[in-house]
């Protein structure tokens, strides 16, 4: 199970960190996905981090404002937001890396709603 | 890799078949030689949820009244007799090159 938190509305320019609780799966075997999904720009692969911690991957314009990063003690996932945009407006999913390797892989949260707004 | 699909609005009869189609703008072979062509499934109200991976492999628990084919870069979701709980929006999505990309989404409906 994936569980997310950590949403709310923000000002342009603000702040915000996600987190997501992992449980009932080895955490500290799996890659890591956030995903959001937003009216205008549907479903964003935003980014991905190996089970150690040690190699990320980012959507290109995100680059340099989020950071994702995990605490495998505490099987838990972040997002860390800076510089966020009305753009950024979006649902945002914890998920597992799952690029279709096998079977029963897939996991996503339930989302937890960012605004972005003034 | 832009996914496009297409249509957008599928309206259903119950019992009937029901074809999504998702074209890639570049193939989808991957260094491993596989295809990670993926169907996702989100039901009004929940989060995304993976219907078949590998092109043609369903994921635990899915129906077998979905099945998925396609190569290069033409792909195809089927459902052979659609039901009730089928509503909702169809998604492919590609985990071949980063970053992963999903098609808009079609809307399948009963008529």
């Known amino acids: 199970e994936l569980v997310e938190s950590g949403g709310g509305l923000a000002q342009p320019g603000g702040s915000l960190r996600l987190s997501c609780a992992a449980s009932?799966?080895?955490?500290?075997?799996?890659?890591m996905s956030w995903v959001r999904q937003s009216p205008g720009k549907g479903l964003e692969w935003v980014a991905n981090i190996n089970p150690v911690g040690s190699e990320t991957y980012y959507l290109d314009s995100l680059k340099g404002r989020f950071t994702i990063s995990r605490d495998n003690a505490e099987n838990s996932l972040y997002l860390q937001m800076n510089s966020l945009r009305a753009d950024d407006t979006a649902v945002y999913y914890c998920a597992t890396a799952a690029r279709g390797d096998n079977a029963g892989e897939a996991s996503w949260g339930q989302g937890t709603q960012v605004t972005v707004s003034s | 890799v832009v996914m496009t699909q297409s249509p957008l609005s599928l309206p259903v009869t119950l019992g009937q078949a029901a074809s999504i189609s998702c074209r890639s703008s570049?193939?989808?072979?991957?260094?491993?030689?596989?295809?990670?062509l993926n169907w996702y499934q989100q039901r009004p109200g929940q989060s995304p949820r993976r219907l078949i991976y590998?092109?043609?492999n369903r994921d635990s628990g899915v129906p077998d009244r979905f099945s998925g084919s396609g190569s290069g870069t033409d792909f195809t979701l089927k459902i052979s007799r659609v039901e009730a709980e089928d509503v909702g929006v169809y998604y492919c999505m590609q985990g071949t090159h980063w970053p992963w990309t999903f098609g808009q989404g079609t809307k399948v409906e009963i008529k």
């Open positions: 590998k092109i043609s």
């Open positions: 570049q193939g989808l072979v991957h260094s491993t030689g596989n295809t990670f």
């Open positions: 009932g799966f080895s955490f500290t075997a799996y890659w």
